[in-house]
Nanobody
Framework: QLQLVESGGGLVQPGGSLRLSCAASGFTLDYYTIGWFRQAPGKEREAVSCINSNGGSTNYADSVKGRFTISRDNAKNTVYLQMNSLKPEDSAIYYC??????????????????????WGKGTLVTVSS
């Protein structure tokens, strides 16, 4: 079964950190552009960060720049999102998505309505004291 599975979400206090993982099963992520998205209740899904297939290019939403870091370990077939200095407004369900072709992410991450090939089911992040 071809799927993406997110993990690492949870409850954290403001200022804390979490590391999300996006693991692929049934296919290899080597040639995929990966995006992290989030959706808070009543809000549209938004792109948080993305990374190209070789990890040489990344992009971040302005709201997370300097706090979040995306990385990939193709040997482990996993992409990570390290989230530091978390704020209550970061609370959302976080999703990863995979796009099976090389695109440039320098100018920005493809939006959620772009034809991503695979989506995970999400992991909940709650930032609260």
């Amino acid at each position: 079964q071809l799927q993406l599975v997110e993990s690492g979400g949870g409850l954290v206090q403001p200022g804390g950190s979490l590391r999300l993982s996006c693991a692929a099963s049934g296919f290899t992520l080597d040639y995929y552009t990966i995006g992290w998205f989030r959706q808070a209740p009543g809000k549209e899904r938004e792109a948080v960060s993305c990374i190209n297939s070789n990890g040489g290019s990344t992009n971040y939403a302005d709201s997370v720049k300097g706090r979040f870091t995306i990385s990939r370990d193709n040997a482990k077939n996993t992409v990570y999102l390290q989230m530091n200095s978390l704020k209550p407004e970061d609370s959302a369900i976080y999703y990863c998505a995979a796009l099976g072709r090389t695109i440039t992410v320098v100018a920005g991450c493809p939006p959620y309505w772009y034809p991503w090939d695979y989506w995970g089911k999400g992991t909940l992040v709650t930032v609260s004291s």
